[in-house]
């Protein structure tokens, strides 16, 4: 990547385009009554789980997660009480039990919880949702906390996956970010999972951290191929202090340029090859018989709030504080303080937030994103036809994109846009071309590259 194609868009604020609008475009416009209703709506089709565990024992400062210290364990059984009487809630506005294919708990750290509570939760859910018996469930977990009789519980739980936090085995910069976590500590996790019949595991990774360099990323990716996770997610740190006010701890003096930025995700990227991962999407990374990989092979990889994903599901629910679904009929996001999504709950009421009803132009520039996002390219006139609108809707007025081909980072054939290798890093600024609302929330995302 050159110098000059650095400068130019290195340093914009982009989404990651998990979702389309993003979050920063919902409103208090979609209200309990409405999400009862798209509840109602999904009918016979297939469903996706995710449930929020806010809580975390530390704060790493690196974290852009909605999370809450606490070394009590009280305030985890309040909240779990009120996050079962939602899934029970919820499920009483479903016309019949809800076909489940996918469920993911996310954090915050899940495994904070206790092996009999994680139980209790997997039994609710069979009881209230119809569960497919080979449902994908996944958890993301922090290695310093997960002790045997958890990971025991997380296999007779019917766990499929496990989400493992690394982001840097590098002490000055694990010091920096206020998280320790030893080699050896990650390695027992993982031995500890898999004599528990939970053999997909994936690493998170990240790079432009504090102190962070080429070398100790390297060294990082040595390291964690060692113990042979089927894949890796590898995020680029947002610094956002304003945002994410723990941020401020963080030295920003200290943070890598958007070149040595580059540098170290495009290091971390050919090492990881050169193991025998393969290179997916903008970010994550699979052994060549894991189920992404096969999935970006046949045109068939997703992107969610999760990331890159397989779940191909038509509904997806979101359980606990902040969490986010997505229906047919568009997004809606719990509350985000825990106190004030309780005291909905305990009312008997859906503790809606906010949300987007979607609209038929949304649909298209959303599918015209995801493709970008998973394939780096996309047949606009084929997208554009799908869902009824002219070929040129999307290109007769769009100036950015016709930038990026004058500078080398696209070529187009017949509507087809597609990104040239050398500049996949920057598929994010090709997609937000075609985000029609960017313009109201840019200062809140992370840089391009």
Same mark, same amino acid.
């Given at each position: 990547?050159?110098?000059?194609?650095?400068?130019?868009?290195?340093?914009?604020?982009?989404?990651?385009?998990?979702?389309?609008?993003?979050?920063?475009?919902?409103?208090?416009?979609?209200?309990?009554?409405?999400?009862?209703?798209?509840?109602?709506?999904?009918?016979?089709?297939?469903?996706?789980?995710?449930?929020?565990?806010?809580?975390?024992?530390?704060?790493?400062?690196?974290?852009?997660?909605?999370?809450?210290?606490?070394?009590?364990?009280?305030?985890?059984?309040?909240?779990?009480?009120?996050?079962?009487?939602?899934?029970?809630?919820?499920?009483?506005?479903?016309?019949?039990?809800?076909?489940?294919?996918?469920?993911?708990?996310?954090?915050?750290?899940?495994?904070?919880?206790?092996?009999?509570?994680?139980?209790?939760?997997?039994?609710?859910?069979?009881?209230?949702?119809?569960?497919?018996?080979?449902?994908?469930?996944?958890?993301?977990?922090?290695?310093?906390?997960?002790?045997?009789?958890?990971?025991?519980?997380?296999?007779?739980?019917?766990?499929?996956?496990?989400?493992?936090?690394?982001?840097?085995?590098?002490?000055?910069?694990?010091?920096?970010?206020?998280?320790?976590?030893?080699?050896?500590?990650?390695?027992?996790?993982?031995?500890?999972?898999?004599?528990?019949?939970?053999?997909?595991?994936?690493?998170?990774?990240?790079?432009?951290?504090?102190?962070?360099?080429?070398?100790?990323?390297?060294?990082?990716?040595?390291?964690?191929?060692?113990?042979?996770?089927?894949?890796?997610?590898?995020?680029?740190?947002?610094?956002?202090?304003?945002?994410?006010?723990?941020?401020?701890?963080?030295?920003?003096?200290?943070?890598?340029?958007?070149?040595?930025?580059?540098?170290?995700?495009?290091?971390? #990227?050919?090492?990881?090859?050169?193991?025998?991962?393969?290179?997916? !999407? *903008?970010?994550? =990374? +699979?052994?060549?018989?894991?189920? %992404?990989?096969?999935?970006?092979?046949?045109?068939?990889?997703?992107?969610?709030?999760?990331?890159?994903?397989?779940?191909?599901?038509?509904?997806?629910?979101?359980?606990?504080?902040?969490?986010?679904?997505?229906?047919?009929?568009?997004?809606?996001?719990?509350?985000?303080?825990?106190?004030?999504?309780?005291?909905?709950?305990?009312?008997?009421?859906?503790?809606?937030?906010?949300?987007?009803?979607?609209?038929?132009?949304?649909?298209?520039?959303?599918?015209?994103?995801?493709?970008?996002?998973?394939?780096?390219?996309?047949?606009?006139?084929?997208?554009?036809?799908?869902?009824?609108?002219?070929?040129?809707?999307?290109? #007769?007025?769009?100036?950015?994109?016709?930038?990026?081909?004058?500078? !080398? *980072?696209?070529? =187009? +054939?017949?509507?087809?846009?597609? %990104?040239?290798?050398?500049?996949?890093?920057?598929?994010?600024?090709?997609?937000?071309?075609?985000?029609?609302?960017?313009?109201?929330?840019?200062?809140?995302?992370?840089?391009?590259?």
């Amino acid at each position: 990547m050159t110098d000059d194609i650095i400068a130019k868009y290195g340093d914009a604020r982009l989404p990651r385009y998990t979702s389309y609008p993003t979050a920063p475009k919902f409103s208090n416009g979609i209200t309990a009554p409405d999400y009862a209703g798209w509840i109602h709506g999904i009918g016979s089709g297939t469903t996706s789980l995710y449930l929020h565990i806010p809580f975390c024992r530390s704060m790493c400062w690196y974290c852009g997660c909605h999370t809450t210290i606490t070394e009590k364990d009280q305030p985890i059984l309040d909240y779990l009480d009120v996050l079962q009487r939602e899934i029970e809630m919820v499920s009483t506005h479903a016309d019949g039990a809800l076909d489940v294919r996918e469920i993911h708990f996310g954090g915050g750290t899940p495994t904070i919880i206790r092996p009999e509570e994680f139980s209790g939760l997997m039994r609710l859910l069979r009881r209230r949702y119809s569960v497919h018996r080979h449902a994908n469930i996944s958890v993301e977990i922090d290695p310093r906390t997960l002790d045997p009789e958890m990971a025991a519980a997380l296999g007779e739980g019917g766990v499929t996956r496990a989400s493992l936090g690394v982001q840097s085995f590098d002490p000055v910069v694990q010091k920096a970010i206020n998280r320790i976590q030893s080699e050896e500590t990650t390695a027992g996790t993982v031995g500890a999972l898999r004599r528990n019949g939970i053999e997909s595991i994936n690493f998170d990774l990240i790079y432009g951290l504090p102190h962070q360099t080429v070398a100790s990323c390297r060294e990082t990716v040595r390291a964690a191929v060692a113990m042979r996770p089927d894949r890796f997610a590898v995020f680029g740190y947002a610094h956002i202090p304003s945002f994410k006010k723990h941020q401020r701890l963080i030295d920003e003096k200290a943070l890598p340029d958007a070149q040595a930025r580059h540098d170290q995700a495009e290091a971390i #990227a050919a090492d990881l090859v050169c193991a025998g991962y393969r290179r997916i !999407g *903008l970010d994550h =990374f +699979a052994l060549p018989d894991e189920e %992404l990989a096969i999935a970006a092979d046949n045109g068939r990889l997703r992107r969610n709030f999760q990331g890159y994903t397989t779940d191909n599901c038509d509904a997806l629910l979101g359980f606990g504080a902040s969490a986010i679904g997505r229906l047919a009929n568009g997004y809606v996001q719990n509350e985000v303080p825990p106190g004030l999504y309780a005291r909905k709950v305990s009312s008997g009421e859906l503790p809606t937030a906010k949300g987007y009803s979607l609209t038929r132009e949304d649909r298209l520039r959303a599918d015209v994103i995801e493709r970008l996002m998973c394939d780096f390219g996309a047949d606009i006139p084929a997208i554009s036809a799908a869902h009824g609108f002219p070929a040129d809707f999307l290109l #007769a007025t769009n100036p950015g994109l016709r930038d990026m081909a004058s500078d !080398g *980072l696209i070529s =187009f +054939a017949d509507g087809t846009i597609r %990104l040239d290798g050398a500049y996949r890093f920057l598929v994010r600024t090709v997609a937000a071309t075609f985000d029609s609302y960017l313009a109201d929330s840019q200062r809140t995302f992370s840089k391009a590259a």
